[in-house]
Nanobody
Framework: QVQLQESGPGLVKPSQTLSLTCTVS??????????WSWLRQPPGKGLEWLGA???????YYNPSLKSRTSISRDTSKNQFTLQLSSVTPEDTAVYHC????????????????WGQGTQVTVSS
């Protein structure tokens, strides 16, 4: 059974870079044709896909956030990381990591494994 766990600071100041890590257990990130995604859900809004890193290491980003988003991985730790730069209060959300057969999908049902999520608040 694949499990994903997000970790990172719960509070980030405006203009700083948000950095979150997703630790994967029960499966290797390089095994199988999977995409490992980051998504978020701001308060009172729907789910938004941010980006993904593929089994091959290729990365894919939401065009609306591409200039501020970077996703990388550490295969030795079976982890992948989200960095979102120049954050504003509009980036306040619950951030999730997930595994799926595709990237760019915006529904929880599109993913076969899903982290519980971590609240990130952007505030001074």
């Amino acid at each position: 059974q694949v499990q994903l766990q997000e970790s990172g600071p719960g509070l980030v100041k405006p203009s700083q870079t948000l950095s979150l890590t997703c630790t994967v257990s029960g499966a290797s990130m390089t095994t199988g044709l999977y995409f490992w995604s980051w998504l978020r859900q701001p308060p009172g809004k729907g789910l938004e896909w941010l980006g993904a890193i593929a089994y091959s290491g290729s990365t894919y980003y939401n065009p609306s956030l591409k200039s501020r988003t970077s996703i990388s991985r550490d295969t030795s730790k079976n982890q992948f990381t989200l960095q979102l730069s120049s954050v504003t209060p509009e980036d306040t959300a619950v951030y999730h990591c997930a595994r799926g057969d595709f990237y760019g999908l915006g529904r929880k049902d599109d993913y076969d494994s899903w982290g519980q999520g971590t609240q990130v608040t952007v505030s001074s």
